[in-house]
């Protein structure tokens, strides 16, 4: 159950991120309005929070959120944006979750 609430955790975490930086983004290249920045900086500082909710140090988490946030910023890309990733992002998003899984699960001293 412990890993699943991380795996949750994680996903969660990726969103907040995946948002905080697509809002300044649709500012800054579509042209939308700069409005938009007032629920990124919230969605960042989210993010950030989140991070401390893991039960691992700092960086461990972060290397290992990485392969999450692979995978979440292709489900974003799909259902989001609009366009379907390909086998070589299905492949690499695979290959991190899967170098995620070694940092997560690794025995630890």
């Known amino acids: 159950m412990h890993l699943l609430y991380a795996f949750g955790l994680f996903v969660v975490t ?23 920045l007032v629920p990124a900086a919230g969605s960042l500082a ?3 929070w989140l991070l401390t909710l893991h039960p691992t140090g700092a960086a461990r988490t972060y290397a290992a ?8 910023a292709l489900v974003w890309l799909w259902l989001v944006e609009g366009e379907r990733p390909t086998t070589w992002d299905l492949v690499g998003a695979l290959v991190a979750i899967l ?11």
């Open 46 to 48: 989210a993010f950030a």
């Open 65 to 72: 959120y990485g392969g999450v946030y692979i995978a979440v």
């Open 14 to 36: 990726a969103v907040a991120e995946v948002v905080g930086c697509y809002l300044p983004y649709l500012w800054l290249r579509q042209g939308k309005s700069p409005l938009l």
């Open 99 to 109: 170098g995620m899984a070694i940092i997560v699960l690794g025995p630890r001293r």
